[in-house]
């Protein structure tokens, strides 16, 4: 890991915990919004998920519509533009898939046009801590391997359970990245299953649950913030 990089860092968010069992991304958008765009969305929440074509089920290219959408700078990271076809015959993704693989091909084609940034190629760990210090970033992970250090709990907590209820080997979540301790090889990030708190997890065990088929290795970084 880099030496160059400031021994820690951390970005204050105002938290924001998810209502149902597929807004985490939203919640995580919202984390990053202004006061004002933060009450629109909330107040108008399932009126602009419709507009926005994907009504209950997000995808990460569908939450850097909606970051575009209030105006939020950003670059999506992802191995994959589009849908991975093994994910047909994934259990997390199959009841899902059929409905939304062709709007999902639809966005990353017109991402450019409608000015979202899309680079296909993964991302090195020690890259993502050197963007902490300008701003926050949305990762996709597998719930299964997430845990946190400072609530000492793990992702099968009581209510992080409700939240995320398929029985799968795989649990794709997300959750917004806020900070790091180089010394003590911690990433701070918020969860939106939780209520108001700062989670910690080790670098090795995060990139691990951020590295398991199914996230794509999707990673949005926000810019302009700090």
């Known amino acids: 890991m880099h030496t160059d990089l400031p021994d820690k860092t951390y970005i204050q968010l105002v938290h924001s915990k998810q209502r149902y069992n597929w807004d985490c991304g939203i919640s995580c958008v919202l984390m990053v919004l202004s006061k004002q765009f933060r009450q629109t969305l909330v107040t ?42 093994g994910y047909h015959s994934n259990t997390f993704y199959n009841q899902i898939i059929a409905k939304d693989e062709e709007r999902i091909k639809n966005r990353f084609k017109d991402a450019k046009r409608n000015g979202i940034i899309v680079h296909n190629k993964s991302v090195t760990i020690t890259s993502v801590l050197k963007h902490l210090t300008q ?5 996709l992970i597998n719930a299964k391997l997430l845990v946190c250090d400072s609530c000492k709990t793990n992702k ?32 701070y990030y918020r969860n939106p299953s939780l209520c108001n708190r700062v989670c910690v997890i080790s670098v090795d065990l995060l990139e691990k649950a951020w590295r398991s088929y199914g996230t794509d290795e999707d990673l949005i970084l926000i810019y302009g913030f700090v």
């Open 44 to 85: 108008e929440l399932l009126t602009i998920c419709k507009e926005e074509g994907f009504n209950k089920s997000t995808w990460t290219i569908d939450l850097c519509y909606l970051l575009k959408r209030y105006n939020v700078t950003h670059e999506l990271y992802t191995v994959t533009e589009g849908v991975d076809p």
């Open 135 to 139: 701003g926050p970033a949305i990762m």
């Open 156 to 187: 099968l907590a009581s209510e992080f359970r409700q939240c995320l209820p398929w029985p799968t080997s795989y649990q794709g979540h997300y959750i917004i990245l806020c900070g790091y301790n180089l010394k003590r090889r911690k990433i």
